[in-house]
């Protein structure tokens, strides 16, 4: 990960350090499962979002700086692995 987004990307996951906790405490205050639920989904969202930051970040220099190397096919193997995680 480069330097530059780093930071954006540790205060995503603080916050949504954050709100797993909220949602814990929710839960233990036997909050309705609609409520959790929408929560829920506010995370997964939130998830979603670092992790196409992260993937941004892997494109824009990961990727960019294997292609210039002239590793083209390790380039796109990699690629397409860290896809798959992320999908």
Do not use: W
Request: with cysteine; net charge positive.
């Amino acid at each position: 990960m480069s330097s530059h987004r780093l930071p954006e990307v540790v205060s995503r996951l603080s916050k949504i350090e954050g709100h797993v906790r909220g949602i814990k405490k929710m839960a233990e205050d036997g909050r309705s499962c609609e409520e959790l639920l929408l929560q829920i989904s506010a995370i997964k969202s939130a998830i979603t979002n670092v992790g196409r930051v992260i993937l941004e970040d892997y494109l824009e220099d990961c990727v960019v700086d294997g292609i210039r190397k002239q590793s083209d096919r390790e380039t796109v193997e990699r690629m397409k692995k860290a896809l798959e995680k992320f999908i």
